[in-house]
C-alpha cells in the first residue's frame, strides 16, 4: 500500500491562489500515477488531473487546463496541484489518489487505488 496525506486547503477569496500537497510513502516499487479529484458539496467526485511517475506526463480534465498545475517532486515524496483565479466553483474537498495503471493517464475513480482524506478548498466571492 501507499498512503497519501493532502494538505494546503483553506478559505480565501476569489481571484486568490492556492498551492495543494499531497506526501506520499509506503509502497514500493513506487511507479504509481497520482491523481487529484475534487468532490463539491452535492456533487459526485470529479477528475482534476494526474501525473505519471517520473513526472514526464501529465493530463488535465478540459476545465482545468487554464488555471491548474499538477507537479510532482518524487525526491520529496510529494506531488502538488497548483490552482490559479480561484473561482467560488472550485469550492471542493480535494483528494489525491494512487494509481498503478501504465502505459496511459488514469481518469476514473474506479482506476485509482489508493487515496487521502481530503482537503478542503472554499473560495469566497
Known amino acids: 500500500q501507499v498512503q497519501l496525506a493532502e494538505s494546503g486547503g483553506r478559505l480565501v477569496q476569489a481571484g486568490a491562489s492556492l498551492r495543494l500537497s499531497c506526501v506520499t510513502s509506503g509502497r514500493t516499487p513506487w511507479n504509481y500515477s497520482v491523481g487529484w479529484f475534487r468532490q463539491a458539496p452535492g456533487k459526485e467526485r470529479e477528475f482534476v488531473a494526474t501525473?505519471?511517475?517520473?513526472?514526464?506526463?501529465?493530463f488535465y480534465a478540459d476545465y482545468a487546463k487554464d488555471r491548474f498545475t499538477i507537479s510532482r517532486d518524487n525526491a520529496k515524496d510529494t506531488v502538488y496541484l497548483q490552482i490559479i483565479s480561484l473561482k467560488p466553483e472550485d469550492t471542493a474537498v480535494y483528494y489525491c489518489?494512487?494509481?498503478?495503471?501504465?502505459?496511459?493517464?488514469?481518469?476514473?475513480?474506479?482506476?485509482?487505488?489508493?487515496w487521502g482524506q481530503g482537503t478542503q478548498v472554499t473560495v469566497s466571492s
Open positions: 489518489a494512487a494509481s498503478w495503471i501504465l502505459g496511459r493517464e488514469p481518469r476514473d475513480i474506479d482506476e485509482y487505488d489508493e
Open positions: 501525473i505519471n511517475w517520473s513526472g514526464s506526463t501529465t
